[in-house]
């Protein structure tokens, strides 16, 4: 799927599209799993897979400092346990777990609205 918003600050972090294998943000193809917020992009510290989440990623993603991380969790939903992700409930930082589809959606929409938030982009597999 292919989509634009057009915004002036942060151009090169919009999600532009999105499917089996790839994640493309700005003019940027991603083929693993990214972090994506308004100021960064972080590469290599995501799993592939929803069932390879530990704790640790979500203590690296509380260390951002969002006010919300969205976690894209492949082609389909599926909730990580609760006992991984208590470092963000511990921070007063929100949850919102959706497929990784609605959640490039949801990112673009929230960072156009200026919101600190961290989209966590599991790939879709292929």
Same mark, same amino acid.
């Not at 918003?5 to 994640?23: A, H, K, N, S, V």
């Not at 940027?28 to 290599?44: F, G």
């Not at 599926?78 to 609605?102: C, H, K, N, W, Y």
């Given at each position: ?17 999105? %499917?089996?294998?790839?994640?493309? +943000?700005?003019?940027?193809?991603? &083929? ?5 917020? !308004? $100021? ?22 509380? %260390?951002?400092?969002?006010?919300? +991380?969205?976690?894209?969790?492949? &082609? ?5 346990? !609760? $006992? ?43």
């Amino acid at each position: 799927m292919k989509f634009h918003l057009q915004t002036g600050d942060g151009e090169d972090r919009i999600i532009r599209g999105y %499917g089996p294998g790839e994640i493309r +943000v700005g003019g940027q193809i991603y &083929r693993n799993s990214i972090v994506v917020t !308004p $100021q960064r992009i972080l590469q290599d510290i995501l799993p592939q897979q929803c069932d390879r989440l530990d704790a640790s990623h979500f203590e690296m993603l509380a %260390g951002l400092k969002p006010e919300l +991380v969205i976690l894209g969790t492949g &082609r389909t939903l599926r909730f990580p346990p !609760p $006992q991984i992700t208590v470092s963000l409930m511990r921070a007063s930082i929100g949850l919102e777990v959706m497929d990784t589809a609605a959640a490039c959606r949801t990112y673009n929409i929230l960072m156009g609205e200026d919101r600190r938030v961290a989209a966590a982009l599991l790939m879709i597999e292929r």
